[in-house]
């Protein structure tokens, strides 16, 4: 089969590779769609640890059934799926309980680690176990499909702090996650949702997607805004969706006192705050990773309109394009948020 393998930093071949042999608990995919995300393109960098070569990445994806193992159930060749990026052992304790991003033996499609290689679906085919797969509405297009991953990360996210009638919301970071969030923080009926970002562009597509305000820290005092926002409380619930040092510290800064911080970005892996912002006014800190079970909620979402994902994708290309459509999100000189590449 052709696939796009990840050779060594800053280096994809559009090459032939081995064709997939099925697992008894695994279905064998076709694959029609794939979203490139931005893990994939730190990733490509070679400096994360996640993507160690050679590997085929790939984890928002969308096909075909080609072929079902022995203990499968459910579904049969031709059925259009779609399928989560975590791959969870569906039998330990958390799996159990539903949480499957926290499954104790848990990996992730078209990431490879010391402990795990799991290759992905930027690539004619992929094999992954049935109970991660999904089918898809008729008219639920593959490329929309590609998107339902994402979007069930800021699903996730959103899920992981109240969020009341009465509350403003701040997202900071409107990338492909953070819009996301933005339409789940109104999807639980937020107050205000106001976005953040250094990205004209972006914000732009904010305000299309439902927020109230779109500010850009370049322009404007981030934290002096949301509190003329909030008649100087605060925000009730911010979604830090950058993950560097500082904008979590803004995160901080700008959330009120008995506010909720929810982590979503993890760019960088350490954050010097001050403690006593977290003592004395009580904050509440949340980390957000993956999704868990959102996934399938998002399928409905999406088709019946709620989610949006048609302004998030900037471009359709072959695979075969994959290593300049890396440059490109990589050089970040144009204004794009979601490129699918179709084997």
Not at 53 to 67: C, D, F, K, N, R
Not at 178 to 185: P, R, S
Not at 229 to 238: F, I, Y
Not at 304 to 320: A, D, F, M, Q, R
Request: glycine share 10%; proline share 4%; charged share 25%.
């Amino acid at each position: 089969m052709k696939a796009l393998l990840y050779t060594k930093p800053y280096c994809l071949e559009y090459s032939d590779f081995t064709h997939p042999v099925i697992g008894d608990d695994e279905v064998l995919v076709s694959v029609k769609a794939c979203g490139i995300c931005g893990s994939d393109v730190q990733g490509f960098t070679g400096k994360t640890g996640r993507r160690i070569p050679p590997l085929i990445m790939g984890h928002e994806a969308a096909g075909v059934v080609e072929e079902t193992g022995e203990n499968v159930k459910g579904f049969e060749k031709g059925d259009r799926v779609c399928f989560d990026s975590t791959v969870y052992c569906n039998k330990c304790q958390p799996c159990r309980m539903g949480l499957y991003n926290r499954c104790e033996k848990r990996q992730v499609l078209g990431v490879s680690t010391p402990e795990f290689k799991r290759h992905g679906a930027f690539a004619e085919y992929v094999t992954v176990p049935w109970w991660i797969v999904s089918k898809i509405p008729d008219d639920m297009s593959f490329v929309q499909s590609a998107l339902l991953e994402p979007a069930s990360i800021g699903t996730h996210a959103a899920n992981r702090a109240p969020i009341s009638t009465d509350d403003t919301v701040v997202v900071i970071g409107a990338g492909t996650i953070g819009l996301f969030i933005l339409q789940a923080a109104r999807l639980r009926g937020a107050a205000k949702v106001i976005v953040a970002d250094i990205n004209e562009f972006r914000l732009e597509v904010a305000g299309k997607l439902g927020a109230d305000k779109a500010i850009n820290p370049l322009k404007s005092d981030l934290r002096e805004t949301i509190f003329k926002e909030t008649k100087n409380r605060g925000a009730d619930v911010t979604f830090e969706a950058v993950g560097y040092a500082q904008t979590f510290r803004d995160g901080v800064s700008l959330t009120k006192t008995g506010g909720h911080l929810v982590a979503v970005g993890n760019l960088e892996k350490t954050a010097e705050f001050n403690l006593q912002e977290l003592v004395a006014r009580e904050l509440t800190f949340t980390g957000s990773y993956a999704s868990s079970g959102e996934f399938r909620d998002c399928i409905n979402l999406v088709a019946s309109g709620k989610i949006n994902v048609e302004p998030l994708i900037s471009n359709v290309l072959p695979l075969k394009d994959g290593p300049s459509a890396f440059e490109r999100l990589l050089k970040a000189e144009e204004n794009l948020l979601k490129i699918v590449l179709e084997p």
